[in-house]
């Protein structure tokens, strides 16, 4: 069994965040009254003329840009003839022989914290179609054209991925490239973000390839992996058994956890491509190019790569604070807020982010762009710890005050009661109740049983709420105790 490698190649449809459609003017919302966005080119009127989308263009090119691939200054539409209820056209306007983007590369982090090159053969721009829906209406089908016209990239990668972990991996990393570059939202339940996984298995690396099959329309990055994974293990269990694999589309059983055939595999030929006569070659000019190329944010690979250089970040950290674009930008914040990047700061800031923040978050199910601690809040915070003011858990109290709305750190700090007792006269009243009230531990510390020390600093913690200055608390404790 070991011997059997297994290769996959992924295409991922990447929808494009702009408002209108890639053709025409209808708008692109998700969520509209069924048929309430269809625009004439997207119905098909007779007569009708496609007219591209600037935005759309800009945005395929800012990924092939970000990618490091061939952005062509001359690409072509192409028609894929096909006949589906819900393309009305009976074509899909695609980019067949000369797409607009050629080649790049991806670097993907698995789990286990190796990372693997994702090389990609090509990204093209292409509408998306219709949908038809099944069970609208008993015994008919029903069609919405909203989507008709949407603006995608396909994204395809070469046959370079070896498990179901690295095609989810690789999966992961477009999807955060894609939504860092702010040209797609990555809603995988809206439809924004999905993939088609070819998988085949071959005797061993130097073996040629093996037939494929096609796992279409896979909306999460768990149902990849798993997708792929029976996959694997149903082509390995043929070929064992001496049949082999029949070249196919298949689809994905979410609740059974299997792959089945849906249609044999269609070939290119099959969709009688063509260059599309009613729109002209789609030509860049140089500046154009360069004026994308300028504005590119800095990539979440590289910045990954310079917090781990100049910060000193582990590489759990690193990658928890380039996760996505918006938790980068709020450790951004909050380190320029305390007064710019340095080692000790940002760790301190990426344990906040982790800890507290990443679980009042998950807890309110809200993303980190509409946190009620903004990077200001988290700084002033820090602030009051740094300067010793309150100890790290009273921190912890005041982060779900500025969360409840209760006002700033030191605000709540003031308004509560909650500063450090560094005052020696308030702290050893304190001290001295808690001797007074437990004569037996006092007789065993004197005694030379120095281990209920710390059970001492339990009770006046506690008595103050966590509010006690460590060291003094423990100098008092001692000197009393002596
Ligand atoms: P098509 O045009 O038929 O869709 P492509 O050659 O464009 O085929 O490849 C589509 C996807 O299939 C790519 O992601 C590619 O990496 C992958 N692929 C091609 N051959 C294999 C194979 N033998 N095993 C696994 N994946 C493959
Ligand atoms: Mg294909």
């Known amino acids: 069994m070991s011997a059997w490698q297994a290769v996959i190649g992924l295409e991922l449809h990447v929808q494009l965040a702009t408002r209108r459609k890639l053709f025409s003017g209808a708008a692109t919302a998700y969520g509209a009254e069924p048929n309430a966005q269809v625009g004439l080119v997207d119905a098909a009127l007779p007569g009708t003329l496609p007219v591209p989308n600037a935005e759309a263009v800009r945005m395929a090119v800012r990924f092939g840009l970000a990618v490091g691939g061939r952005v062509a200054r001359r690409s072509e539409f192409a028609r894929k003839n096909y006949f589906y209820p ?120 130097d073996a040629p390839l093996g037939t494929r099959c096609e796992i279409k329309n896979l909306n999460s990055f768990r149902f990849v992996e798993k997708a792929v994974e029976y996959e694997i293990e149903r082509q390995i269990r043929e070929l064992e058994a001496g049949r082999p694999i029949r070249q196919e589309t298949r689809l994905y059983d979410e609740t059974r956890h299997q792959t089945r055939a849906l249609r044999g595999k269609e070939e290119a030929h099959d969709y009688r491509y063509f260059p599309d006569p009613d729109l002209p070659p789609l030509v860049l000019a140089e500046a154009e190019i360069d004026a994308i190329a300028a504005a590119l944010p800095e990539l979440p690979d590289a910045r990954r790569d310079r917090y781990q250089r100049e910060l000193g970040l582990s590489d759990y950290d690193a990658d928890l604070v380039t996760a996505d674009r918006s938790t980068s930008e709020y450790f951004e914040a909050t380190l320029a807020a305390l007064g710019g990047p340095e080692p000790k700061r940002a760790k301190t800031v990426a344990n906040w982010i982790a800890g507290e923040l990443a679980a009042a978050l998950n807890a309110a199910q809200r993303p980190i762009a509409e946190s009620p601690v903004g990077p200001e809040a988290l700084a002033g915070l820090i602030r009051e710890i740094e300067a010793g003011r309150i100890s790290q858990k009273v921190g912890k109290d005041v982060f779900a005050a500025i969360w409840a709305g209760e006002g700033d750190a030191a605000t709540i700090i003031a308004a509560r009661g909650l500063s450090v007792i560094r005052d020696d006269a308030a702290l050893a009243a304190q001290v001295d109740a808690i001797l007074a009230a437990n004569p037996k531990p006092v007789a065993q510390y004197r005694a030379g049983d120095t281990r209920v020390l710390g059970w001492f600093v339990g009770q006046v913690m506690r008595a103050t709420r966590g509010q006690a200055d460590p060291a003094t608390l423990d100098r008092l404790l001692r000197e009393r105790l002596g």
């Open 86 to 205: 819900d393309l009305p056209k009976g074509y899909q306007i695609s980019q067949y022989e000369h797409p607009i983007v050629a080649g790049g590369e991806v670097r993907a982090r698995l789990d286990d914290g190796r990372d693997v090159r994702v090389a990609l053969v090509r990204a093209h721009l292409e509408e998306d179609a219709g949908k038809s829906l099944h069970d609208a209406f008993h015994g008919a089908t029903a069609i919405d054209l909203n989507r008709a016209g949407t603006p995608l990239i396909e994204v395809v990668t070469t046959p370079c991925l070896h498990s179901a972990a690295e095609a989810a991996a690789a999966m992961r990393a477009i999807h955060r490239l894609v939504t860092w570059l702010g040209i797609c939202d990555g809603n995988l339940q809206e439809g924004s973000f999905r993939c088609d996984a070819n998988v085949s298995v071959r005797p061993g690396p």
